[in-house]
Nanobody, 135 residues
Framework: HVQLVESGGGSVQIGESLRLSCAIS????????MGWFRQEPGKEREGVAT???????FYADSVKGRFTVSKDNARNTLYLQMDSLKVEDTAIYYC??????????????????????????????WGQGTQVTVS
């Protein structure tokens, strides 16, 4: 049973920082895709920062230079360090994980697929989300 549990969300002021954590259990694939997505009310869920098991990272243009995704393999925890937060970063943040499905062609995965919101064949599992509010 795979479980992803996010934590670390909260309310901060413009320019401050937050670090989100995603505790992952039951997910054993060595070749994986993991990342952070966010969703504002009335909008589709969008990719923020993702990574693959080769260590490649991908960022939405809106967060490049401000957000950093990382994984602690010993703790099986995914992190999102968010610096210089802006009002437009306000959203519910979701952690996602998965492995390559047969519908995804072999070889390097395009960046647009790494950051695409659901439905997305790369991400089979999702957390429940954590609210981040910047004001």
């Amino acid at each position: 049973h795979v479980q992803l549990v996010e934590s670390g969300g909260g309310s901060v002021q413009i320019g401050e920082s937050l670090r989100l954590s995603c505790a992952i259990s039951g997910f054993t694939s060595r070749a994986y895709f993991m990342g952070w997505f966010r969703q504002e009310p009335g909008k589709e869920r969008e990719g923020v920062a993702t990574m693959d098991s080769d260590g490649n990272t991908f960022y939405a243009d809106s967060v490049k230079g401000r957000f950093t995704v990382s994984k602690d393999n010993a703790r099986n925890t995914l992190y999102l360090q968010m610096d210089s937060l802006k009002v437009e970063d306000t959203a519910i943040y979701y952690c996602a994980a998965g492995s390559r499905q047969s519908s995804v062609a072999p070889g390097p995965v395009p960046e647009r697929l790494m950051l695409r919101g659901p439905p997305n064949p790369l991400y089979n599992y999702w957390g429940q989300g954590t609210q981040v509010t910047v004001s």
